[in-house]
Structures are given as C-alpha cells and as structure tokens.
C-alpha cells in the first residue's frame, strides 16, 4: 500500500465496539420494523442469519431474528422464504437465509458443484439424482419424507440418513437444481429453483469480481470495521483479490486505514462516514445472543474487539465444559458480562438456567436485574406471554477471563 494509506487513525476497542454494534444493528430498539417485511430488511443487511440444527432452546436462526426483531414470529421468516420468496437458503460459511435478491452472487458457486461436486457427495448415483429430481419435477415440491418407497442403506454417521435419496437432495440443492421452497423445524421441502422462484430466465450469474465487491460491501454494511478475516471468514482464498479491491478504494478515500488498540499489525479499514461514531447509550440494552450470532460467531474478532473469548462447548464433554453446553453471551450497552447456560424445558414450558458465568465486567450486584428481564423477555419468545423463567444465579460463578481458550 502506498506511504499515504498506510497513515491509520487509531480508535480505541470502546469506539471500535460501537461502530460494529451501530453496524450489527444491535444497539436500537426494533431497527427493521415489525412483521414479514422486518424479516426481509434485517437478512437484506445483515447479509446472511446462520441455520443450525441444534434445539436446546430456539433454533439460532428465530433466535438472530428474535434478537433484532423484538416482535418477531417464527410465521414470519417462513412467509418470506415460502411466500413472499425474499429469502432462500444456502451456503455462505454455513448454511444460512441470503436475501433473494443476492442469489446471482451465488449462481457461480452451483455451478462449481454441478461440475465439480465436493466429497461428500461423492455415494451418490445419477440414478437416484434423476430419480429425485423427476420426482419433483413431475409431482411437485417434496421433502425426504414423502419418499418412502426405497432401499434403506446403513448410516455413515449419527445424523445422516439411511434414505439414499437424501444427500441425492442435498446435492441438487448445492448444484442450483434444487432451492428449500419451505422448512419446518429442520425439515426442508424441495422445489425446482426456477419454479420456485417463477423465473422463465434465470438470472445472469454474477462475475468472480462482482463477487469480490459483493462480499466486501456485505462486510462494510453489516461490520462497520473490515478486516481481510472478517470478509474472507472461512473463505481465505479470496483474500489477496479483496485486498486489491481494498487498495483501490483507500486511494479514492472511500475507505480509510484504521488501527484498533491491541490489534498489533492486523490491519482495519473504514468507510469516513463510519467514523461519526455514536455516543453510548445512556440505558443499556440487554441481549442473550446466540453462539451463531453475527457478533459471536468470528471468534478472534469477538477477542480482539470485546476482551471474552467465547467457547461453543456442546461437543466438549461434559467435564471439560466451562461455559455450559449451550452458553449465550449476554451483551450489556457494549460490554459483553456474562455467558448463560440456557435449555427449554417444553413440557413445563419453563427456561432453565443450568450456568450463569460472569466474565469480568459485570457483577451480580450491578447487572443481575437486567439480565433477569432479558432472561423473562427470551423466555416469553420461547414460550408465550404466560410462561415464566427459572432464573435463579447458581451459588457459584466463574471469572472467564482466565479461562484457557
């Protein structure tokens, strides 16, 4: 880079925090609205909300939604994937909802797999390819269990399946020929994209380049502060390409070099009118954020950025559990205080705090009240408006700073 963008400003992680949280959308009362629509804006600027299956308490995606969406429904993500067809399912660094509107972003990356499928799909036969996608095609929209007619085979692992014609969907998802036209809970339902989608042409499939300045501008939005890490997460191939586009705009000031206090030679960049950062909230919002969340999910960001290292621990086995299976992070204005062990209890309709871990900025004395009102608030997303939280602070806790990591 030249003498000239290599002059930073230097925030310190306070402001740094703010630009990302003003970014993550997290540090206003219902940002996007209410309903449907709300549904669409905040996939629209977040870029991507995560999918995973893990059901402990409300599956991470409603929870992303839930926690920008105070009024949020789970009807609502399913009418603007199904009906209004805003949104629809795929890969980014994991299955996730992408705006609709950004699926030309994708196109390359199905057809890669149409010439080149991954490993994973390596069992599978053009028979039963042909098979799945004629079903579809001449019966309608289906989900691996309206097939029922076939040969079972032995499972590979815990969650696969002994239908063949499962990862025979799964790859003609991948490939593009497929799209998840519905979902409950974590059963998709199948529809030829095209159909689906009501296209009689598809769209133009965006170029490697349009790509590049589609992931950069997604990082920006949704980011406030880049890093080459923070655009390229999981995705490192592209990083020599995005920083090159990255040059080109620090020499038109359109983004600016910015150092972070303690980040040492990783290097941040800034969009000027970022800069404008807003002051702290004079009452601090609460938030139990989901380990898949935006804001968690980047591991040595969320170090670097908040000082708390977030361990995901439910493959951990249970001795060497330090958090808890299935720990949020509960985010206090800009500080992150404490990791909360959460799991439903559906039968009694009850949340049951198993560990609450302070980590060193909050106390017991000063923030257990609000986080027992975003505990009761959490509880009613899950439950209903009737149902209370078993919220009790266990009698020990646990300074995770010190926690190896």
């Known amino acids: 880079m030249s003498s000239e963008s290599r002059i930073r400003l230097t925030l310190t992680t306070s402001e740094a925090r703010r630009i990302w949280l003003r970014a993550q959308r997290l540090d ?11 549904v669409s804006r905040a996939v629209d600027h977040l870029g991507y909300v995560q999918i995973d299956t893990i059901n402990v308490i409300e599956r991470c995606h409603h929870h992303i939604l839930w926690t920008r969406i105070p009024a949020y429904l789970r009807e609502h993500l399913h009418q603007a994937l199904t009906v209004d067809k805003t949104v629809f ?28 499928p991954r490993n994973w799909f390596s069992s599978v036969k053009q028979a039963d390819l042909r098979r799945v996608l004629a079903l ?72 490697e380049r349009q790509v590049l300045v589609y992931l950069l501008d997604r990082a920006l939005r949704s980011q406030g502060l880049v890093s080459l890490d923070s655009i390229c997460h999981l995705d490192a191939g592209r990083k020599a390409h995005i920083r090159r586009l990255i040059e080109a705009r620090v ?8 150092a972070i206090a303690g980040a040492g030679k990783l290097e941040h960049w800034v969009q000027p009118e970022v800069l404008d950062i807003p002051p702290p909230s004079a009452q601090a919002m609460v938030h139990l ?11 040595k960001r969320l170090r670097l950025f908040f000082d708390y290292g977030h361990r995901f621990e439910a493959y951990v086995p249970k001795e060497k559990r330090l958090l808890g299976y299935f720990a949020l992070p509960v985010l206090v204005g800009d500080e992150i205080i404490a990791a909360i062990d959460l799991k439903a209890d559906r039968e009694k309709q009850k949340l049951l705090v198993q560990q609450w871990t302070w980590v060193g900025r909050g106390s017991a004395r000063s923030h257990k009240a609000c986080v027992e009102q975003g505990l009761h608030r959490f509880s009613q997303f899950q439950f209903d408006q009737r149902q209370r939280v078993e919220a009790a602070m266990p009698p020990s806790t646990t300074d995770a700073r010190s926690m190896p990591l």
């Open 289 to 299: 954020l989901s380990p898949f969340d935006p804001l968690i999910i980047q591991r």
């Open 136 to 207: 579809v095609r001449n019966d309608g929209a289906l989900s691996i269990r309206d097939i029922d007619d076939e040969v079972l085979i032995d499972k590979e692992h815990a969650w696969a399946s002994r239908k063949p014609s499962k990862r025979a969907l799964q790859l003609a998802f991948f490939t593009g020929e497929l799209t998840v036209s519905a979902r409950r809970g974590m059963v998709k339902t199948y529809e030829l994209m095209d159909r689906h989608f009501g296209w009689d042409e598809r769209p133009r499939a965006a170029s």
């Open 28 to 38: 206003a009362v219902a940002p996007f609205g209410t309903g449907p629509e709300a």
């Open 89 to 116: 399912e795929y890969w980014t660094h994991a299955l996730s909802y992408v705006p609709a509107m950004d699926i030309r972003f994708f196109l390359a990356a199905m057809k890669r797999y149409r010439q080149s």
């Open 251 to 258: 020499r038109r000031k359109a983004l600016l070099p910015v």
